[in-house]
Structure formats: structure tokens, C-alpha cells
């Protein structure tokens, strides 16, 4: 028989508020086991007594049997004397100064509350803050480490007995679930009409759905801020929706009660199905069916919905049949036009009440804002379009230590981040900072990210462009605080970004092709057509979209006409009256940007991609003006024709890739009266044959073979898919995005990388 020893384990990783403590707790029994379980602000710590083999099977089933919504990152044991404990407990958890934790994410209701809330029998029965250590909020409660009730918007309902009994019994799955509430402790729901509470309970919720049903907007406290909603079937309720949001034509999320409705609608995949029901319930890029129930006015002009599944109990009451169950509703994030989604009760009625004709509200407070997270599918893996709830405040691992540093990320869809040893963590999705609210939102972020990780940066990353607010907090921070601050070129960023997002440790330079809308390039100039040769110290530029002018500088991108006639004038075309961006412009209009553009006032150059493709979709007549970023771009991606397989010629040359070619090409199409579909097809046929060359040359200088693809342009799925197939065919190894996204709200991380680079003095 061999010895008694003591085995003391230390595990980090998501190992708090996921049941970790009494998943412990009962293994411990399982093998007759004596000692304890602690959370610390650094993760879990065990002891316990036992004979070797014993030991060795309870860790073995320790490491093998996690609980679900746990991830280890590290697990050290040491053998010791036993420590002669007399029983197992679950002891106070302890704080070690300095040390962290990761935080789990929002939680969407776990199959065993669905079954509680929908059982007339339960006493949550219809309670709408029903959760368990398997779900519910925790980012947005969360108000410091260690994660026990009194660091979360929960700390002032005090929980009745039988919740308490629950809380403190091992083998209850309530065991330590911070949020745990019922109708007679926890927090309450009510509806509000005009300043004053109209009902409460099950009765708000049911005339919430009449109002609905009766084509009303309703703002809905959900779990990181306020939705709109409306019944998504009654065109007038969306067009209503729309004017009062200031919204012209910007796509509007829906949410479906299940996947039966989802599939009735939209053609879903077995991995969009597994994105639709995972945990996170982000907001899935689904082809629309053509007798789809939603009305047009939901995502005008494009072939796309956003759908998500409930994933609050609230919703699924929403949802439930007594009353009128609905097809889809919209859930669009509860601000006005660009300002940040509201959260707080009373911030809500003053910046919602000309927008909704209720308010379905709760006292369960919103410690920190986070919209819905907005994802597609590429080639059997998640594409980020906005890395926000259900993944925020999620790590990268990164592929070696760096110090900690703080990247303060672009203007529009903004996101910062901050690293600490092997992990980077990107913010939930900012938003655009154009706003103090924007901004206001931002700076709380960073403070709450610093302490919640206990991150204290010692360097600051930023972008080159000096207007940018993030740009200007990186430098007032920095002189506050005495921090070196690196400026971090755009699409360096872009690129060093989709390197970390792919692990890679940066011992040899890529081909990095950033194709974006905008980004201040290091001459002045608004790049975002480049392929980089880079690593994470530096970039070279091998080549880049041929400038021309953008008069009126960004502001001239809510105007592609204007972009399309500059192109022309660049490029030595004509301004032939009867093409669809003069047409647009009168005579007055025409004469003036001509001046403009000469003299060169108030013009910026540009390489943009972007800015390329919203000059072509103005061409060939889709749109002259856009309500929001990239609307040009994507309406015209939309109408491609997949089967026409010609492309325009870009002549590659010299460092520079010019359209000249293409657009004189387009020009004989349009002419010619060729169809809109198969234009655009040439369109992107031409642009993936040009990178496919442009590497193709870079390869031969350089020798190197891998690419990675990011920046905005890559959200477009079929250039995307046109262009890793046609590098792949080179014998490229091509690396997109799967962590964070391809577009602005993944940059930060690149800013990061490049900024902990730096400061080390390019020395890992
Ligand atoms: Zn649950
Ligand atoms: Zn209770
Ligand atoms: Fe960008």
C-alpha cells in the first residue's frame, strides 16, 4: 500500500463562474478524497490527501472531465507531506495581488434553464433571469476580480433562501452561480409607457408582445445594452423603425425563435447551424431564400440576412406561443444612428424615448456595454464581421510573452487592446468614435479591461492618423503617464494582426496583402490596396494600387460619383455625359470637383481598394451615394454573376497596380450594353487575378510563400474566395482571419503586436 501525500494543484485558464469549484467538489467525493478548492484572483487552487494512484486517477479525471464553458490554460501540480484534512470543502476564495484571470464571456440559457423556465411546475417557471453555473450574463456584471457575487451588478439583491440553499449545496448546478436569482429575490421585469410603469412581470412581458404584434417598437433591456425591436414581417413597423432611427438602408439583425424558422428563410449550413446554437449566439450571415418572409426593408439591396437565435430567457418568453409568436423580429442595437447602444435604465428613456413607444426594462444593471457579436462562415471556420458578446473579453494566445502594452485601435469600429504575457485581449466591439459618447465608452473600456486583467501598460500603440480620438488619447495618455507610444502604420497593423490571429511567431517576413477602405499611409496619402512585405518589426511596400485623387478627402466616401469622375479624370477618361456618376452630378457640381481635382484643394491621393471598388459600383450605375461604410461595394458584390468566369487585366508594374486597363475595359462593357451581374463579376475576377500576380512577383524576389489576407475588402466574399483559390493554385499558403475580425475591429491586435515589438527593441 503506498504512502499518504498531499497533491497541490494550481489551474488557470476560464476556470471561474463555469462550475469549475464543485465540479471538483464532487470528483473529490467520487474518490473519497479529503481536502479544498479555492478560487484566487490568479485561477483555482487544490489540495488534497491521498494515496498515489488515487491522486493520479482524480487528476487524470480532473484534466479529462472539464466542465463545459471551462478552458485550462495551465495546470501545475506539486506532492508534498498530506496535509491531514478531515473533510473536502469549497474555501473563501483569495486574492493575489497582481495576479489575473480570464474572464468568461455572456452565456446565452443553457438547455436545463430552458427546460425550467418553460415548466409550470418550476418556481422560475417564466422568470426571466433564470441561470446557472452553465449560463447566463458574466462580462457585462462583472465589476471586478475574483468573480463572486459581490463583484457583479448582482451584489444588491439578496438572495431568499431556497436561492441560498441552491448557492451553497455542491451538488445543486447552482452551486456558486453569481447570478442566481428567482421571482422572490432577483431582479424584476416591467414595462414602461411614457415615463410611467404600465405593468410588471409575466404581464409586461405579454403586452411587450401585443404591442409588437401590433407593429409598435419596443426597446428591450437585454443582456450588454438595449435593443429596438419590431415585428420584422410588418413592413411599416421596420420603415417606421428606420425613420425614427435615422437609418436609410442599413441592414437591421434579425432574431427567429428557432432554427425551423431560420431554415424556412435562409439556406443554413451544418457550421452555420452550429454558429446559430453555440453559446456565444452570435449574429449569422445567412443567403436569404427567395420566398423569405422578411420584408425587403429589412437589409435592402443585399442577398444577406443577419439572423441570431433567443439567448436570453427574456427572449425566449418573447418568443413563446401564448400570445403572438412571430415569424422574426428586428433587434437592432438600441441607440440613435451612431452613438454607443444604450445600457442604463435612465440613460435609455432619454436617449431612446423618441424612438420607441415602450420600454421592456429590468433592474439587473449593465456594468459594461457589448453589442451583438456579427459573424459569417469561410470555408468550415467562423469569420468575424464584429468580435463583440459571447466572445469579448475571450483572449488571443499569442505565439510568444510580451510586455504589456495598450493599442488604441482605428476611428470606425473601433476596438482596443491590451496584452499581458502570452495573451492579447481584444475589446468587445467600441464603435465608431465619432461621438463623446463613443469616446466616453472607449476610455471606460480601457480602465475596465486594466483592472479586471490588472494590466498596467507600459508602452501605448496607435494610428499614424493624427485626427483619430483613439490617436489622441494614445497621446495625451502617454505624456500623462510618461509611456513610450509608437505610431503603427494602418495596414502594417492590418497585417500583423491576421499573423498573431494565425499564431504565427514572426521569425520570417510574409506577403501581407491589406486591401482596405482607408488608412494614413506614412506619405500622407489614404492607402488600403498594398501588398506588404512584413513581419512584426517592420513593412516594406511591394506594391500598391495606383493613386488617384479623393476630393474632399474621407468625406468624399459617402459620394462614390465623385470618387468614380476622379478615377476617370486620374486615368485620362472621358466624363461622358450619359455615365451614371455624371448623370448623378449636375453641370455646377461636375464643374467645380473638376477644379477641385486640378488645383488639387482640399484632395487627398489614395490607394484604397475600397475607394476603387465604390468608383466602380458608381460606373456601372449601382449607387452614387452610400448611407453607410462600403454600401456601394457590397450592393455591387451582390448582384455577381458566378457563372461568367472573364476578368479585367490590372497592369502590374513597377510597384504599382493600375486600373487604367480595367476601367477602359468596363467602359467598352457598359457600352455595349453588357449586364450589371456580369460586370461586377469582372470586376472581381480582375481584382483576384492581380493579386494572384502581384505575389506571383513578390514570390520571385523574395522567395516567400505564405500570404495573409486582411483589411476590410476582405469581408467580401466573393473576391475573397476568388483570390485564396487562385493563390492556392500558386502553391501560396494563404492565412485569413478566425479570431478577430478582418476589418477595423480586428486591428488593434496587429497595433499591439507591433507596439510590444518595438518597445522591446525588436527583440523577442
Ligand atoms: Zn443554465
Ligand atoms: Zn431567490
Ligand atoms: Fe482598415
Same mark, same amino acid.
Given at each position: 500500500?503506498?504512502?499518504?501525500?498531499?497533491?497541490?494543484?494550481?489551474?488557470?485558464?476560464?476556470?471561474?463562474?463555469?462550475?469549475?469549484?464543485?465540479?471538483?467538489?464532487?470528483?473529490?467525493?467520487?474518490?473519497?478524497?479529503?481536502?479544498?478548492?479555492?478560487?484566487?484572483?490568479?485561477?483555482?487552487?487544490?489540495?488534497?490527501?491521498?494515496?498515489?494512484?488515487?491522486?493520479?486517477?482524480?487528476?487524470?479525471?480532473?484534466?479529462?472531465?472539464?466542465?463545459?464553458?471551462?478552458?485550462?490554460?495551465?495546470?501545475?501540480?506539486?506532492?508534498?507531506?498530506?496535509?491531514?484534512?478531515?473533510?473536502?470543502?469549497?474555501?473563501?476564495?483569495?486574492?493575489?495581488?497582481?495576479?489575473?484571470?480570464?474572464?468568461?464571456?455572456?452565456?446565452?440559457?443553457?438547455?436545463?434553464?430552458?427546460?425550467?423556465?418553460?415548466?409550470?411546475?418550476?418556481?422560475?417557471?417564466?422568470?426571466?433571469?433564470?441561470?446557472?453555473?452553465?449560463?447566463?450574463?458574466?462580462?457585462?456584471?462583472?465589476?471586478?476580480?475574483?468573480?463572486?457575487?459581490? %463583484?457583479?451588478?448582482?451584489?444588491?439583491?439578496?438572495?431568499?433562501?431556497?436561492?441560498?440553499?441552491?448557492?451553497? %449545496?455542491?451538488?445543486?448546478?447552482?452551486?456558486?452561480?453569481?447570478?442566481?436569482?428567482?421571482?422572490?429575490?432577483?431582479?424584476?421585469?416591467?414595462?414602461?409607457?411614457?415615463?410611467?410603469?404600465?405593468?410588471?412581470?409575466?404581464?409586461?412581458?405579454?403586452?411587450?408582445?401585443?404591442?409588437?404584434?401590433?407593429?409598435?417598437?419596443?426597446?428591450?433591456?437585454?443582456?450588454?445594452?438595449?435593443?429596438?425591436?419590431?415585428?420584422?414581417?410588418?413592413?411599416?413597423?421596420?420603415?417606421?423603425?428606420?425613420?425614427?432611427?435615422?437609418?436609410?438602408?442599413?441592414?437591421?439583425?434579425?432574431?427567429?425563435?428557432?432554427?425551423?424558422?431560420?431554415?424556412?428563410?435562409?439556406?443554413?449550413?451544418?457550421?452555420?447551424?452550429?454558429?446559430?446554437?453555440?453559446?456565444?449566439?452570435?449574429?449569422?450571415?445567412?443567403?436569404?431564400?427567395?420566398?423569405?418572409?422578411?420584408?425587403?426593408?429589412?437589409?435592402?439591396?443585399?442577398?444577406?440576412?443577419?439572423?441570431?437565435?433567443?439567448?436570453?430567457?427574456?427572449?425566449?418568453?418573447?418568443?413563446?406561443?401564448?400570445?403572438?409568436?412571430?415569424?422574426?423580429?428586428?433587434?437592432?442595437?438600441?441607440?440613435?444612428?451612431?452613438?454607443?447602444?444604450?445600457?442604463?435604465?435612465?440613460?435609455?428613456?432619454?436617449?431612446?424615448?423618441?424612438?420607441?413607444?415602450?420600454?421592456?426594462?429590468?433592474?439587473?444593471?449593465?456594468?459594461?456595454?457589448?453589442?451583438?457579436?456579427?459573424?459569417?462562415?469561410?470555408? %468550415?471556420?467562423?469569420?468575424?464581421?464584429?468580435?463583440?458578446?459571447?466572445?469579448?473579453?475571450?483572449?488571443?494566445?499569442?505565439?510568444?510573452?510580451?510586455?504589456?502594452?495598450?493599442?488604441?485601435?482605428?476611428?470606425?469600429?473601433?476596438?482596443?487592446?491590451?496584452?499581458?504575457?502570452?495573451?492579447?485581449?481584444?475589446?468587445?466591439?467600441?464603435?465608431?468614435?465619432?461621438?463623446?459618447?463613443?469616446?466616453?465608452?472607449?476610455?471606460?473600456?480601457?480602465?475596465?479591461?486594466?483592472?479586471?486583467?490588472?494590466?498596467?501598460?507600459?508602452?501605448?500603440?496607435?494610428?499614424?492618423?493624427?485626427?483619430?480620438?483613439?490617436?489622441?488619447?494614445?497621446?495625451?495618455?502617454?505624456?500623462?503617464?510618461?509611456?513610450?507610444?509608437?505610431?503603427?502604420?494602418?495596414?502594417?497593423?492590418?497585417?500583423?494582426?491576421?499573423?498573431?490571429?494565425?499564431?504565427?511567431?514572426?521569425?520570417?517576413?510574409?506577403?501581407?496583402?491589406?486591401?482596405?477602405?482607408?488608412?494614413?499611409?506614412?506619405?500622407?496619402?489614404?492607402?488600403?490596396?498594398?501588398?506588404?512585405?512584413?513581419?512584426?518589426?517592420?513593412?516594406?511596400?511591394?506594391?500598391?494600387?495606383?493613386?488617384?485623387?479623393?476630393?474632399?478627402?474621407?468625406?468624399?466616401?459617402?459620394?462614390?460619383?465623385?470618387?468614380?469622375?476622379?478615377?476617370?479624370?486620374?486615368?485620362?477618361?472621358?466624363?461622358?455625359?450619359?455615365?451614371?456618376?455624371?448623370?448623378?452630378?449636375?453641370?455646377?457640381?461636375?464643374?467645380?470637383?473638376?477644379?477641385?481635382?486640378?488645383?488639387?484643394?482640399?484632395?487627398?491621393?489614395?490607394?484604397?481598394?475600397?475607394?476603387?471598388?465604390?468608383?466602380?459600383?458608381?460606373?456601372?450605375?449601382?449607387?452614387?451615394?452610400?448611407?453607410?461604410?462600403?454600401?456601394?461595394?457590397?450592393?455591387?458584390?451582390?448582384?455577381?454573376?458566378?457563372?461568367?468566369?472573364?476578368?479585367?487585366?490590372?497592369?502590374?508594374? %513597377?510597384?504599382?497596380?493600375?486600373?487604367?486597363?480595367?476601367?477602359?475595359?468596363?467602359?467598352?462593357?457598359?457600352?455595349?450594353?453588357?449586364?450589371?451581374?456580369?460586370?461586377?463579376?469582372?470586376?472581381?475576377?480582375?481584382?483576384?487575378?492581380?493579386?494572384?500576380?502581384?505575389?506571383?512577383?513578390?514570390?520571385?524576389?523574395?522567395?516567400?510563400?505564405?500570404?495573409?489576407?486582411?483589411?476590410?475588402?476582405?469581408?467580401?466574399?466573393?473576391?475573397?474566395?476568388?483570390?485564396?483559390?487562385?493563390?492556392?493554385?500558386?502553391?501560396?499558403?494563404?492565412?485569413?482571419?478566425?479570431?478577430?475580425?478582418?476589418?477595423?475591429?480586428?486591428?488593434?491586435?496587429?497595433?499591439?503586436?507591433?507596439?510590444?515589438?518595438?518597445?522591446?527593441?525588436?527583440?523577442?
Amino acid at each position: 500500500m503506498s504512502e499518504l501525500r498531499k497533491a497541490s494543484l494550481h489551474i488557470t485558464g476560464i476556470v471561474q463562474g463555469v462550475g469549475f469549484r464543485p465540479f471538483v467538489y464532487s470528483l473529490a467525493a467520487r474518490y473519497h478524497l479529503n481536502g479544498w478548492v479555492r478560487n484566487t484572483s490568479a485561477g483555482v487552487d487544490i489540495e488534497v490527501d491521498g494515496i498515489e494512484e488515487t491522486l493520479d486517477e482524480f487528476i487524470t479525471d480532473l484534466r479529462t472531465e472539464l466542465p463545459p464553458l471551462s478552458r485550462v490554460d495551465t495546470f501545475d501540480i506539486i506532492f508534498s507531506a498530506p496535509g491531514r484534512f478531515t473533510e473536502f470543502e469549497i474555501i473563501n476564495s483569495k486574492a493575489v495581488a497582481g495576479a489575473f484571470q480570464p474572464i468568461s464571456p455572456d452565456v446565452c440559457i443553457c438547455p436545463d434553464c430552458l427546460h425550467e423556465l418553460l415548466d409550470p411546475g418550476n418556481r422560475r417557471y417564466h422568470y426571466p433571469f433564470i441561470n446557472c453555473t452553465n449560463c447566463g450574463p458574466r462580462f457585462t456584471i462583472i465589476t471586478d476580480i475574483p468573480y463572486d457575487r459581490p %463583484n457583479t451588478t448582482m451584489a444588491r439583491f439578496k438572495m431568499c433562501p431556497d436561492c441560498t440553499a441552491e448557492y451553497r %449545496n455542491p451538488y445543486d448546478r447552482r452551486f456558486h452561480a453569481q447570478p442566481v436569482a428567482c421571482p422572490v429575490c432577483g431582479p424584476k421585469v416591467w414595462l414602461e409607457v411614457a415615463g410611467r410603469q404600465r405593468a410588471e412581470g409575466e404581464d409586461a412581458i405579454r403586452q411587450a408582445k401585443q404591442l409588437l404584434a401590433d407593429g409598435k417598437i419596443i426597446a428591450i433591456k437585454g443582456l450588454g445594452g438595449f435593443h429596438l425591436a419590431c415585428d420584422a414581417t410588418n413592413p411599416r413597423a421596420v420603415d417606421e423603425l428606420r425613420r425614427r432611427k435615422l437609418r436609410v438602408d442599413k441592414p437591421f439583425a434579425l432574431m427567429m425563435p428557432d432554427l425551423a424558422i431560420v431554415k424556412q428563410n435562409c439556406v443554413v449550413t451544418s457550421l452555420e447551424y452550429g454558429l446559430l446554437e453555440s453559446r456565444q449566439r452570435p449574429i449569422v450571415l445567412l443567403e436569404r431564400k427567395l420566398d423569405c418572409a422578411i420584408v425587403e426593408g429589412i437589409a435592402p439591396g443585399q442577398h444577406r440576412l443577419g439572423v441570431m437565435l433567443p439567448y436570453t430567457p427574456l427572449h425566449y418568453l418573447l418568443f413563446s406561443a401564448d400570445g403572438s409568436p412571430f415569424t422574426a423580429l428586428v433587434m437592432t442595437s438600441g441607440n440613435l444612428s451612431e452613438e454607443p447602444i444604450a445600457t442604463e435604465n435612465d440613460e435609455a428613456r432619454e436617449r431612446l424615448s423618441g424612438l420607441a413607444d415602450a420600454f421592456l426594462m429590468h433592474d439587473r444593471d449593465i456594468h459594461i456595454r457589448c453589442d451583438d457579436s456579427v459573424v459569417q462562415q469561410f470555408e %468550415n471556420k467562423i469569420y468575424y464581421l464584429r468580435r463583440s458578446r459571447g466572445y469579448a473579453p475571450d483572449s488571443v494566445q499569442l505565439p510568444f510573452e510580451v510586455p504589456p502594452v495598450l493599442a488604441t485601435g482605428p476611428e470606425l469600429k473601433n476596438t482596443f487592446c491590451l496584452t499581458r504575457g502570452r495573451y492579447a485581449f481584444p475589446s468587445q466591439h467600441i464603435g465608431d468614435m465619432e461621438n463623446y459618447e463613443t469616446l466616453r465608452s472607449f476610455e471606460e473600456g480601457i480602465q475596465h479591461f486594466e483592472r479586471l486583467f490588472r494590466i498596467q501598460p507600459e508602452a501605448i500603440g496607435y494610428d499614424l492618423h493624427p485626427n483619430y480620438l483613439s490617436t489622441r488619447y494614445a497621446m495625451d495618455r502617454a505624456k500623462h503617464e510618461n509611456l513610450p507610444a509608437f505610431g503603427v502604420q494602418h495596414h502594417h497593423a492590418h497585417i500583423a494582426a491576421c499573423m498573431a490571429d494565425n499564431g504565427l511567431n514572426g521569425d520570417h517576413a510574409i506577403i501581407g496583402v491589406a486591401f482596405d477602405g482607408t488608412g494614413y499611409g506614412d506619405d500622407g496619402a489614404i492607402w488600403g490596396g498594398e501588398i506588404l512585405v512584413a513581419d512584426y518589426a517592420a513593412y516594406q511596400r511591394a506594391f500598391h494600387l495606383a493613386y488617384f485623387p479623393l476630393p474632399g478627402g474621407d468625406a468624399a466616401i459617402k459620394r462614390p460619383a465623385r470618387t468614380a469622375l476622379a478615377l476617370l479624370w486620374t486615368l485620362g477618361l472621358e466624363w461622358e455625359d450619359l455615365l451614371p456618376p455624371c448623370r448623378a452630378l449636375g453641370d455646377e457640381e461636375r464643374i467645380s470637383l473638376r477644379t477641385q481635382i486640378e488645383s488639387g484643394l482640399n484632395t487627398v491621393q489614395t490607394s484604397s481598394l475600397g475607394r476603387l471598388f465604390d468608383a466602380t459600383a458608381a460606373l456601372v450605375g449601382i449607387r452614387q451615394l452610400v448611407n453607410y461604410e462600403a454600401q456601394a461595394a457590397i450592393e455591387f458584390e451582390s448582384v455577381l454573376d458566378e457563372s461568367e468566369s472573364r476578368g479585367y487585366h490590372f497592369e502590374i508594374q %513597377n510597384g504599382i497596380m493600375d486600373p487604367k486597363q480595367v476601367i477602359t475595359s468596363l467602359l467598352i462593357d457598359i457600352h455595349s450594353g453588357v449586364s450589371v451581374p456580369i460586370l461586377s463579376a469582372r470586376f472581381h475576377n480582375g481584382v483576384a487575378e492581380m493579386v494572384r500576380e502581384a505575389c506571383g512577383q513578390v514570390k520571385q524576389e523574395t522567395g516567400l510563400n505564405e500570404i495573409v489576407l486582411s483589411g476590410g475588402v476582405w469581408q467580401n466574399m466573393a473576391l475573397l474566395k476568388r483570390t485564396v483559390h487562385g493563390l492556392r493554385k500558386d502553391g501560396f499558403t494563404v492565412l485569413v482571419h478566425n479570431q478577430v475580425p478582418t476589418n477595423d475591429g480586428g486591428l488593434s491586435l496587429g497595433q499591439a503586436m507591433i507596439t510590444a515589438n518595438r518597445f522591446n527593441g525588436g527583440v523577442k
